[in-house]
């Protein structure tokens, strides 16, 4: 198995770190597997950065202010010296144990995700949760396990080819997620644990559910804008038809300048989304 860098975003984590920290430890030595550990503390105002630093052999890197979730875990994948980047949270929630078995897949996979099994999701997030994992499968063109889980092993060199669209904040891993599929990189998905987390949740659901529905629409017009432009330039054009039907029917006469406008609105984004294709396209050659 490859040597991996384990990079652990941090922010307020006084409550799980040091549990995490003393786990991680223990499963990466009785493996006998390479690593090093990364914390990136992303300017916590409590004990997490001291509770680092008693650890041996961790490495602990600061942010001055918090910068989000993303932005830290883009400075410890710079601050990483091995090709393989493992992500694990700081509050518990995922297994440490599941890191090797991440790391055993790494011969033929680019990415390996851990698809969390037993995450009690608040039923009031359920349709928001549902919403956006179709919606992510509908314009990666496949099915996803688990869109956004936070513990994950990639290539080091693949994730730095995306870092300019890599946002700052939690929806980072959804980027990625989205990133190595659209690109046809090979992703694997394993079920792992999730548990309760120890400290309080930083998510916020309304706010950050629209974040990601625009995250992700924004991050396919990257990858595949056909995806999103043509179904909207369809839907004009079919409402232009039926504009054009009703008025026939109903007045006698087509409402020519609504009909007309509909229709060239749909011919123009439909025009915008081919050449936006093509770019894309010649961008990867």
């Known amino acids: 198995m490859p040597p991996v860098s384990i990079v652990i975003p941090a922010f307020n984590e006084e409550k799980g770190i040091g549990n995490t920290l003393t786990q991680l430890n223990r499963v990466m030595n009785q493996q006998n597997l390479p690593y090093e550990i990364i914390v990136v503390d992303d300017g916590s105002t409590d004990a997490t950065a001291e509770l680092v630093r008693q650890q041996q052999g961790v490495r602990l890197v600061q942010h001055h202010s918090n910068r989000g979730y993303g932005a830290a875990i883009k400075t410890g994948i710079r601050q990483a010296n091995h090709d393989w980047i493992a992500i694990i949270d700081a509050d518990g929630t995922y297994p440490p144990s599941a890191i090797p078995v991440l790391v055993e897949e790494s011969d033929e996979y680019d990415m390996v995700i851990g698809a969390r099994t037993g995450a009690d999701v608040p039923l009031v997030r359920r349709p928001a949760k549902w919403f956006i994992a179709r919606l992510a499968e509908y314009l990666a063109e496949t099915s996803i396990p688990d869109l956004n889980s936070g513990l994950r092993i990639f290539r080091k060199d693949v994730a730095l080819s995306y870092f300019n669209i890599l946002p700052s904040r939690f929806s980072l891993t959804i980027t990625i997620t989205i990133a190595f599929l659209s690109d046809h990189f090979l992703v694997k998905f394993v079920p792992i644990q999730y548990h309760k987390r120890a400290g309080r949740s930083k998510i916020n659901p309304i706010q950050d559910t629209l974040s990601f529905v625009?995250?992700?629409?924004?991050?396919?017009?990257?990858?595949?804008?056909?995806?999103?432009?043509?179904?909207?330039?369809?839907?004009?054009?079919?409402?232009?038809?039926?504009?054009?039907?009703?008025?026939?029917?109903?007045?006698?006469?087509?409402?020519?300048?609504?009909?007309?406008?509909?229709?060239?609105?749909?011919?123009?984004i439909a025009v915008v989304a081919m050449i936006a294709d093509m770019i894309q396209k010649k961008s990867k050659v």
């Open 214 to 268: 625009q995250l992700i629409l924004r991050t396919i017009m990257y990858f595949n804008p056909l995806k999103v432009l043509l179904p909207i330039s369809f839907l004009l054009l079919l409402l232009a038809v039926s504009v054009g039907v009703y008025s026939l029917l109903a007045q006698g006469r087509v409402m020519d300048i609504t009909v007309v406008t509909l229709t060239m609105a749909a011919l123009q």
